[in-house]
């Protein structure tokens, strides 16, 4: 169940980023929030589930980006497209996911009891 509520979290945080960097409201500020928001949940996945497989997951977002094109006004006449935002973006959260689960499995293997033979 908590599985369940982290991938849900990650991909509601990155929904909304993708789509306040698409808006495009000219506030630098809220759309760098809305990346903190995503990069917490992609830490938090990677805490809370302790396997680094879940850094695919922001392929989904990719594939969610895709529809968007173009920002809507273009920031100083960038031809980038939504989705090599979602790609730039998204593999920071996968490293972000790969490393907290990483930190996690040596935790997890440093507090389990050494069994002598």
């Known amino acids: ?4 509520v ?10 909304f980023a993708v789509v306040l960097i698409d808006a495009n409201t000219g ?3 809220s759309e760098n929030a809305a990346i903190a928001l995503w990069y ?3 830490v938090l996945l990677g805490l809370g589930t302790g396997q680094p497989l879940w850094a695919l997951l ?3 977002v990719i594939a969610f980006a895709a529809p ?3 920002q809507d006004p273009p920031v100083h006449d960038e031809a980038a497209t939504m989705v090599f935002y979602a790609w730039f973006i998204g593999a920071g959260s ?3 996911i790969v490393g907290s689960a990483l930190a996690r499995m040596v ?7 050494r069994v002598e033979g």
């Open 40 to 42: 917490c949940a992609a």
């Open 68 to 70: 968007f094109g173009y």
């Open 107 to 113: 935790a997890d293997r440093l507090r389990r009891p």
């Open 1 to 4: 169940m908590v599985r369940v």
């Open 27 to 29: 506030n630098v500020q």
């Open 58 to 60: 922001f392929l989904l």
């Open 94 to 96: 996968a490293v972000l």
């Open 6 to 15: 982290l991938v849900v979290t990650y991909l509601v945080a990155a929904a």
